[in-house]
Every structure is written in structure tokens, then in C-alpha cells.
């Protein structure tokens, strides 16, 4: 899916394609309604990293997912492209604390 949000800064466009890999729980998300909501981030303004971290927050709170990985990959803009990833249950948090 292509996200379109907004930089709050500059106001210029941020075109993003999204990834969404999870293990299921007891519950599942239907496509349409994942579309129609990842749609509602068009025109939003936003950083990068904050719109990743928001729809894993949701998606978690939707579905309660035993692990998910959600990629966001920003295309560049002056010069630089991004790709955020942030993932359910935050392992890379756990390995810091041992």
C-alpha cells in the first residue's frame, strides 16, 4: 500500500509504500478495511518514523498479533531515502536490557 503523508515542516509530500508481516493470534485484519485505513493517512502531517510507529500501535491494538514487522519505505526526498521498521514485540528493546 502507498501511503501519502505530509512532512509538518516543509508541507511537501511523503510517498511511502507499507509492509505488514504478522503472526496471527485470534484474530485477523481484513485487507479492505487495512486499506481503508492506511488510506486515512493521506494528506496527514507527519514524521516519518512517528506515521510507522502509529499504525504498528493500531494494528496491535486491533488485533492483538502474537508478532508483527511493519516497513515503511519512504521514497527519497533531497537526497535521502528512508525506510523505518518497527516490529511487535520489540525485541531489539529486550536484547538493550540484558
Not at 10 to 24: L, N, S
Not at 52 to 76: E, M, W
Amino acid at each position: 500500500m502507498i501511503l501519502l503523508p505530509f512532512c509538518p515542516i516543509t508541507g511537501q509530500p511523503d510517498f511511502a509504500r507499507i509492509d505488514i508481516d504478522y503472526v496471527p493470534d485470534g484474530l485477523c485484519i481484513e485487507s479492505k478495511s487495512l486499506k481503508f485505513y492506511l488510506a486515512s493517512y493521506r494528506n496527514e502531517r507527519a514524521f516519518n518514523e512517528a506515521v510507522t510507529n502509529h499504525i504498528l500501535d493500531d494494528f496491535v491494538k486491533a488485533c492483538s498479533p502474537r508478532g508483527v514487522i511493519a516497513t515503511a519505505q519512504f521514497s527519497a526526498r533531497g537526497g535521502i531515502a528512508l525506510t523505518v521498521r518497527v516490529e511487535y514485540p520489540d525485541t531489539a528493546r529486550e536484547r538493550r536490557r540484558k
